[in-house]
């Protein structure tokens, strides 16, 4: 409940105010369009975003016939209205985007809740599982082990289910406010296996703490320290491929350092440099 809410909890209203108005009729036809043809969109950024800076770069990222109309509903939430279903519908499965290196959070339009409302604590990844044996890359495998990081949304697999290649491809919707997931273990006839992730498009998170976004100043050194950490690094990210056609044209100063680190597949790099928890 925010703080308005809670003055109005403890009002005793006159007649008038107390009064509902009852809102019955749907609204104007014109309007309901619009509202089909909108996403809402979040910058997960500590800083404030300009409204002009982003519609214009967001158009050149996503690629759509039309640029979209961004309207500011709250601090650094946006109302996106784009020209044609097919727009929407790019922007919508090209998820995860990203501008200058930090999330941009996607939510289906919801006419009913208030901008200062609005929650953007999930948002949807490409997970690459690496080591996993082949006999286990597979649809179902994906479903199990992307089951315990977030809600699986597509496990990259052929038509007879097997997902064979350098790494099993599975499209999580995870808690942003929480520490990225690293990887994880699989017993597999009583040997124990350590599961490597990496994320494909993943934006500038916190290298303390794991976090893409912070709920509150969780960290000293919130996006600070970005070298010599052991928990959690670059190495997170999935080097591009034919996947690989990222939005990193700003990337940060220690990120341009890291740059060989960056590109290297994650499972040749985290052994030994991983603690268990
Ligand atoms: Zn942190």
Redesign the pocket.
Known sequence: MNVLEEKWKKFRLSEGEATNIIFEEEEAEGLQFKEDWSLVCKACSMRTISKVVLESTMAKVWRISKAAIFTEVSTNIFVVTFETQADKLRVSEGRPWLFDSHLIALKMFDGLTPPQGMVFDHASFWVRMHSLPLSYMTKARGEQIGGTVGRVEEVVTQDDGSGWGNFLRVQINLNITQPLDRGRTIMVKGKEMWIPFSYEKLPRF?F??G?IV?REE??SN?YGKEEGEEQYGSWMRASSGPQGRFYTNNRTESERKNKGKYGEEVGKEEKGGLKKR
């Open positions: 916190c303390s703490c976090c912070h969780c960290c919130i």
